[in-house]
Structures are given as C-alpha cells and as structure tokens.
C-alpha cells in the first residue's frame, strides 16, 4: 500500500494536471477516425497557456455574475473531486452523505454558468442556458437512481465505498451493475455536452449548448472554462469507471489500471462522436429518458 | 415564559402608537417589533438550549385542560421564523409603506396583531386558544393582503383567500371536537396507544391533514395562496409566506407529536402530498411571468418538501426505525425555518423591485444587478438557498431528508413501503433540478442582461431600512448553510418533542444523535474550502489587464438590443412544453394575414387548475346552494326573534325529554 500522504498528492495532482489531456485524447480519437492527423494531444495545455496570458474582454452588459460562472464551475468541481475515488484507491475525503454533496456541488457549477451565461443579454446564450437547465433537471433524477441501487445493495451513503464496493463483484449484481453504468453514461455525455446531445465543434450557435453559453468569455476566464470542461470529464469519468473497475491487491495496480480506464473513456467518447450524428434538439429528451429508465430497473433488480 | 408573554405584548401593541403619532410610527413599530424579537429569542433560545419553559394556566374548571399556552422546545423552534420575519417585515415596512397613500398606521398595527396571534399560535396548547389565536391569524392577514383593496385583482384574492381559510377552519373545529369527544377534554396531549389504527383515529388524521393542509398550501388545496401573496404587500407576503404557512405545519407536527404508533400509511400519504406539492409546485413555478406569484409557487414546492421529510419520520416512527425518523423529523423542522429565511429573504428582495420599477412582472424588467446592486445580492442569495445549493441553509435541511431516505433504502421497511424512501429520492432530485431552472430564471430575467423597459432601467436601490432586513436574512442563511453543527443540539431537542415515547427527553435512541447520523461538521469544511477555492481564482482573474465598454458578442451583430434578448418565458418554454399535461399553458397567439400584416402581440401564461376548474366552480356552487336557504331570511327582525324562540323551545323540549 502506498501512504496515505501519497495517495491525496496524487489524488491533487490528478485533478490538477490530467484533465486538460482528456479532450486531446477525444480530439486525436476523432481525427484518427475521420483520417486527420488532428491537433497535438496537448492541445489544450497549449491553449489553456496562451490563454492566461491573453488580455480578457467584457461585454459592458455583464456585471460581477459573468465571473461567477468561470470561477464557481471550477471550485466547486475541485471540491467534488475530493470526495470520489479513482478507481480503488481512497477519496481523500469520505464522510456520509458526500454524495449528496457531491451532486449538489455540480448543480451549483451550473447554476453559475447559467447565470454567467444570461448575465451578457446575449439571446444565443440565453437560448443556450435555457437548453443546460431544462435537460439537466433530467438527468438529475438518473444520476440518483443510481445511487439509490448502489445504496441499496451496499448500505453505505458514501461515495468512496459505494462506488468501490462492486470491485469485488458477485454475480447478483452484474446485471444491475450494467444497467447503472448505461444510465450514468447518458448522464455523461449530457452533463459534459457531448454528441449525441450536443456537438462541442459546431460552428451554428443557434444548435449548441454548453459552447454557446460561454461565447463572451475570453483570456483567463475562458481558460477557466476550458479547464472546467475538461476537470468535468475527469471527475465524472471517475463516477462510472470506479465501479466497473475490478480490484486489484497493489495500490500502483489500482492507479494504473484507472488511468488506462479513463484513456479508454476518452477514445470511448471520441469513437461515439466519430461514429454518430448530435440528435435533433426534441430527441434529447427521449435519450435521458431512456438513461432514467435503465437506472430505475437497475434500482428494481436490487430490490429482487 | 412571562419575557416570551411580554415580546406577545409589545408586538401586539406595536402598531398603536403609530395610529396618535403625527409621523414616525412605522419607526415606532418596528422598534417596538424589534423589542419583542429581542424578548422572545432571548426566551426561544433558553428554552432550546433545555432551560424549562412555562405553562400559562387559567383557572376554570370547565376548560379542564392541562394548560392553555405551553412553551415548549416546539413552540419555542417555530417561534423564532416567526420573530426574526415579524421584526424585518416591520423594518422593511418604514420604507415600502413610506409615501403609500391612506390608512398605513391601520396596516402597521393589524402587522402587529398578525404577529402577536402567530406567537400565541405556537404555545397555544388548548383548542381554545388555539382556534382564537388561529382565527386572528387569518382575519390579520385578510386585512393585511387587503391593503391595495382599490384594485379589483386584490379583492378577488383577498376573498378567495378568506373563503379557503375558513373551509381549513372548519375541518379544524370538526377535527377537535372529535379530539375532546376521544379524550374528553380540550387540552393537547398524548393521545392513548392504539388510537390511531382506530376508525376515530383515520378520521382525525384526515380531519387535520384538510384543516391544516388549506394553510399550509398543500396541493390541491394551495388555490389560494399565488394571488394572495402576489397581491398582498411584500413584507406581508414574506410574513405569510415564510410563517403563516409553516402555522399548517405546526399544526400537523404538533398532531404527530401526540400520536404515540402512527400507521405506516400516514407516513405514506404525507410522502405522497409532499411528491405531489413539491413537483408540481415548482413545476408551476417556471410557467410564472410575475415574479410574487413565481415565489408563491415556491412556497407549495417547499411545503412538499417539508412533507416529505416529515412522512419519512413517520414512516421511520412507525416502522421502529429511529434513524429514518430522527433525519426525516430534523430535516423538515430545520426545513421550516430555512424555508421562512431564504423565501423571506426572496419576497422581500421582490418587493424592493416592485418597489423600484412598478411592476412585478419578469418580462419587464432585466439588467437590474447594476442599480440594484444589494436588492440583487440579495435576490441571488435567496435563489442560491432555496434551490438547495451548497454552502446556503436550503443545502443543509434538504441533505438530512435525503440522508434519512438514503438510510431507508437498506432498511427493512415492509411490502408496500419499501419504494417510499426511493420516492422521496427521486422527488428531491427532480425538486432540486426544477427550482434551479426556475430560478436561473427569474434572477436572470430579472437581474441579468439589459433592462427590458425604462422604468428597469432607472431604477434606484432601496432605501437602507428595507435593505438592512435584507442582509439580516441572508446573514442567518449563510450561517445556517455554514455552520450547520451550531444548531444540532437545538434542532435535537425538537426532534425529541416530536418523536415522543421511544425518543423523548431530547436524547436519541440507541445513543444516535443527530451529530453522529449527519457529519454537519463537513459542510463547514466544503464550505470553507470552496470560498477559498473561489477567492484563489477570483484572485487570479484579476492579474491580467481587462477591455471593457465593448458591446456582447452576438454573433457578429452588433446593435443587439433588449428586445432580442430571451425572455423569462422563452427560458422555462422547454421544460413548461415537457409538463404541459399538468400546466396546460395557455397561449394567445398573434393572427398574422396579408401581406402587410399588422404589429401582432403573442401573450402565454399558465393558469391554476386548482382554482379555475375546481374551486371557483365549487365555490359558484355552493353559493347557489346558499341561494335555497336565503327563502328563511325575510330580512325582518321579528322573523329572527322567532327563529331564536323557536329553537330555544326545541332545546327545552330536548332537554326535558
């Protein structure tokens, strides 16, 4: 076992440096497949660098709330990332009840981006934070299914053990197992705006989500964003890779094996943005209904 | 007990002054509300801190009860909303009501009576003094959304709502004359085991769940609490919002308290109403243009969520699980106040909009966060809180519910009532999402972007006396949302009260407190480190030189104005479309022909069901039915007398024979 003292420090260093790598991962994958050669899987470092250099511009409609949403949606994601594990190795924080925290954590990230967004007077953003609010209250009820089944099974109101406990899994919780999985990630591709729900290369601001809510911002605050984005996608992947990954006895295993999970994730997404078409706006609906069902009939088959 | 009786004076008297002074009286008021907050918190507090509390008995045999005003840990918990709003809705008040035209001295005093039946309200332990306190409560509020009268909208409501009040009142006096007869007194306490599964038992649980539910606003029976408060002053709206609805509560709480073995199916029928309230609250919500109305909807939404933890403690009561109980309970008592705090707070940040610009409706306003700057903070702290976002109180009492429902999930419930805790989960989540939306909404609407009209656009800030209530609010609901661990011990107590039997004496069973259930003191250190977090980058943002005075980037148009923006409406057409079984929007949609068609207007609002189709019918028919009876009313005084003589010598005969 590594020390505890280790394993936050990796855990920090983790959520600090990795996630800028997830979209280039998504990128490279997308460009493979369409036979580009795509931009550097670094890209985004790149850009995150240049951008913290540049000058930032503010539309003079917007007020203090327009930094709100850069800067609430990554502290408040920094803090959720304290209480879920990667893979089987310890959240460095665990207390009962953090899932809850967890996902309200999330809601306020975007509550802020929505106001951020409504704060220029723009009506693409508006018409953008309109879209972030009303497909979110659906995939909050598929997010909590799901943790109602993996309560249910293993009594324990803490992320850390929750989503570690299937690890060591027995055969009565597979089919369960996979149909939570399907739901969360539906909730995945919706809460980091991902084809099929939304497109984040469209260049048509009346068809996006997340990309036309952030159409103001710029320099630092746009880095914010970015890095946001990208720490969403980590910190999420967490949430439906821990419970698929089996465990391993060594802790530098259990690293290992998460990091290799969460660079499959990203080809994962890259290969389902390659292969398939955004929905028309009224099918999304439809699809986190269907990430909905799925978790409740794996919440059924706990009860059995 | 008698500093608790003396802040009940002076608040009742609070308004008197005002009616022989020149000038200065809504001063004098709120000073004096400002004594009785004083007074009465400092009685409320040493009761929940486990001082003893105080009995006020009346010697009268013929009463025969145990006392008539109990201040116990109960009454002292719902007390305090009731202090804290009455002294800021005064103190708002000197500013709201300042160049208001005609009878304010009467308003300011009927304010007071208002108050001073809403603190009786909460001791009162006696069917007497509780319908007398509760009936000064409803007439008070009458006057008190009364107050713009000349406006034929606020009569209307003014009326609805004394109409429904009543019919909750009666339920009331049926439900305790079956009380006395069962226990043969008026007085509150226990009632015996084995009651409730009875059929008297079944009739009284839906005697008070009617009664009560009317003023709690519990839906279908909520019709009258939208234009009520959107019609009544704001103050008053924060009072009757944020107290006056949570007396329902107090009412169905204090019934649960004295029933040692409720049946599960309670529990089940109150998770139920809450589900129901608490979604299609908010889900009414979002189709709201008028900011008061949109606010009022919340409350139902908050009541269900109220209701919801309230049936998991009863579920959790009768199914002998403390865990369950001891979370439900002390999630919806700590709901209660928190809900009167932040829905306060929000009502009266709306009033000091309606104050500034002369309307209340979204799609006027817009841009307001730059000359409303504290109204704004103020606003956005209250949406913060009661969407239940972390580090704000509505976080702290929505997490003990879930937790509780959590800890039901593994528990061994019974057929039937395993798929509660799972229904409460879920509403919770869809709740939450919904209220976000909703109040992305109405602070975006309202706040954000470019003033939609002039009168948005000049708006000036709000003189300090309405501010400073304000800040008071948003400071205990930081507090409450920071430092949750602060008030367990208090809200333990309480919890004891209600538990009754297996929990009583303020200590837990199984040596599980609240503390050990709920680790409060994690919130504290999310809280801090996120506020940490936050100044860091806030921090970093600044490092770097910024252009401004350029216009929003509209995808390269640049004379992008108001009228462009999206409206509070377009932003919940989505969602209010995805719910339009329940809502049934109504659109007025604009008839464009020809070829040179004229300007057309298009108008969408959600109307009430509640009220439209089953209220105002049921009301129209019942005064025909009065129509029948008006034949014995000639109107002449000698028919009276014999109607009087009559019946006295029927009773004679009766009690002869």
């Known amino acids: 076992m590594l020390p505890a003292m280790l394993q936050f420090l990796l855990h920090g260093l983790t959520v600090l440096l990795l996630p800028p790598l997830l979209p280039g991962l998504i990128a490279k994958t997308k460009a493979l497949m369409a036979g580009r050669k795509g931009p550097p899987v670094l890209q985004l470092y790149y850009d995150l660098a240049k951008l913290a250099r540049k000058r930032a511009v503010f539309s003079r409609t917007t007020t203090w709330v327009f930094l709100a949403g850069p800067v609430g949606g990554v502290a408040a994601v920094l803090v959720a990332s304290c209480l879920v594990p990667f893979g089987h190795t310890p959240a460095p924080v665990s207390f009962q009840g953090d899932v809850i925290l967890f996902a309200y954590l999330f809601g306020l990230a975007r509550f802020l981006t929505i106001l951020s967004a409504l704060d220029t007077g723009s009506s693409f953003e508006g018409m953008g934070a309109a879209r972030e609010a009303t497909f979110s209250a659906l995939a909050e009820p598929a997010l909590f299914l799901g943790f109602a089944a993996l309560a249910k099974a293993n009594a324990s109101l803490s992320l850390g053990t929750m989503l570690a406990f299937p690890g060591s899994l027995t055969a009565r919780f597979t089919g369960p197992l996979i149909l939570i999985l399907a739901g969360w990630v539906i909730v995945y591709l919706v809460e980091n705006s991902r084809i099929p729900v939304d497109d984040p290369n469209t260049h048509l601001e009346l068809t996006m989500i997340h990309e036309v809510m952030v159409l103001d911002h710029s320099g630092r605050p746009f880095a914010l964003v970015l890095y946001g984005a990208s720490l969403k996608l980590l910190v999420l992947g967490a949430l439906i890779l821990t419970p698929a990954l089996p465990r391993a006895p060594q802790a530098w295993q259990n690293w290992l094996a998460f990091y290799a999970a969460l660079a499959g994730l990203a080809v994962g997404v890259g290969l389902v943005e390659s292969s398939m078409a955004r929905f028309r706006m009224t099918k999304v609906p439809q699809f986190l209904v269907a990430g909905v069902l799925a978790t409740a009939f794996a919440f059924l088959l706990m009860l059995v | ?657």
């Open chain 2, 1 to 657: 007990m008698s500093l608790y009786l003396l802040a009940l004076l002076a608040a009742a008297v609070s308004g008197v002054p005002g009616l022989f002074l020149r000038r200065r009286g809504g001063e004098v008021a709120a000073g004096l509300l400002g004594l009785a907050a004083l007074l009465g918190l400092t009685a409320a507090l040493r009761v929940l801190a486990g001082g003893a509390g105080g009995t006020l008995l009346l010697r009268t045999a013929a009463l025969g009860a145990p006392g008539l005003l109990v201040l116990d840990p109960l009454a002292a918990f719902f007390s305090i909303p009731v202090l804290l709003l009455s002294f800021c809705g005064g103190l708002y008040g000197v500013g709201y009501w300042e160049g208001h035209r005609g009878h304010t001295p009467i308003l300011c005093l009927v304010f007071g009576l208002l108050t001073a039946s809403l603190l009786m309200l909460v001791m009162a332990s006696h069917a007497l003094t509780f319908l007398l306190a509760w009936e000064g409560m409803a007439i008070a509020a009458f006057l008190l959304v009364m107050a713009e009268d000349r406006e034929a909208e606020t009569r209307r409501a003014g009326w609805i709502y004394l109409a429904a009040t009543h019919t909750g009142t009666l339920f009331l006096f049926a439900a305790f004359a079956l009380l006395a007869k069962v226990q043969g007194h008026w007085g509150f306490g226990a009632l015996p085991a084995g009651l409730a599964a009875t059929p008297g038992g079944t009739a009284l649980f839906a005697l008070f769940l009617l009664g009560f539910g009317f003023k709690a606003g519990v839906l279908p029976l909520h019709f009258w609490l939208p234009p009520a408060h959107a019609a009544a002053p704001s103050h008053v709206s924060a009072l009757m919002s944020g107290v006056m609805l949570k007396m329902g509560i107090l009412g169905i709480v204090r019934f649960l308290s004295w029933v040692p073995d409720p049946p599960s199916w309670w529990g089940g029928t109150l998770v139920a109403l809450g589900a129901l309230s608490g979604i299609l609250g908010v889900a009414f919500a979002l189709g709201q243009h008028d900011l008061k109305r949109l606010l009022a909807y919340h409350s139902i939404e908050n009541i269900g969520i109220i209701l919801l933890g309230l049936g998991l403690g009863t579920l959790g009561k009768a199914t002998g699980h403390p865990v369950m109980q001891v979370l439900g309970f002390a999630g919806a008592l700590l709901h209660v106040v928190n809900h009167s705090l932040f829905k306060g707070l929000l009502f009266l940040s709306a009033g000091s909009v309606l104050h500034a610009t002369g309307t209340r409706d979204l799609e006027r306003l817009g841009g307001l966060g730059r000359t409303m700057p504290w109204t704004s903070g103020a606003f956005l702290a209250g949406s913060w809180a009661i969407c239940g976002l972390p580090p704000l109180n509505g976080f702290v009492s929505e997490w003990l519910i879930y937790l509780g429902a959590f800890r039901g999930l593994g528990l061994e419930l019974g057929l039937g009532r395993q798929a509660w805790p799972l229904v409460i989960l879920v509403s919770l989540a869809l709740i939450g999402a919904l209220a976000l939306a909703c109040f992305a909404k109405a602070f975006g609407a309202a706040f954000l972007g470019l003033p939609r009209t002039q009168a948005a656009e000049q708006a000036p800030e709000s003189p300090r006396t309405m501010l400073l209530p304000m800040g008071l609010l948003a400071l205990a609901c930081l507090a409450i949302g920071v430092v949750p661990a602060l008030f367990a011990p208090a809200l333990e107590r309480v919890v004891g009260v209600l538990s009754g039997g297996a929990l009583g004496g303020g200590t837990l069973a199984g040596g599980e407190t609240l503390m050990a259930l709920a680790p409060l003191r994690m919130l504290t250190w999310a809280a801090v480190i996120l506020a940490l977090l936050a100044l860091l980058l806030g921090r970093w943002l600044r490092l770097v030189p910024q252009g401004r005075d350029l216009p929003t980037w509209d995808c390269g148009y640049a004379a992008a104005d108001a009228r462009m923006q999206y409206t509070a409406s377009s932003f919940a057409d989505g969602l209010v479309r995805g719910l339009r079984w329940a809502l049934r929007p109504v659109a007025h949609l604009p008839r464009v022909a020809g070829w040179f068609p004229h300007p057309a207007r298009y108008e969408s609002h959600v109307p009430d069901p509640a009220l439209d189709r089953a209220a105002s019918p049921a009301l129209q028919l019942a005064v025909r039915g009065a129509g029948l009876l008006r034949v014995a009313q000639g109107g002449a005084l000698p028919v009276y007398l014999l109607y009087v003589l009559l019946t006295l010598l029927a009773l004679l005969v009766w009690m002869v024979a």
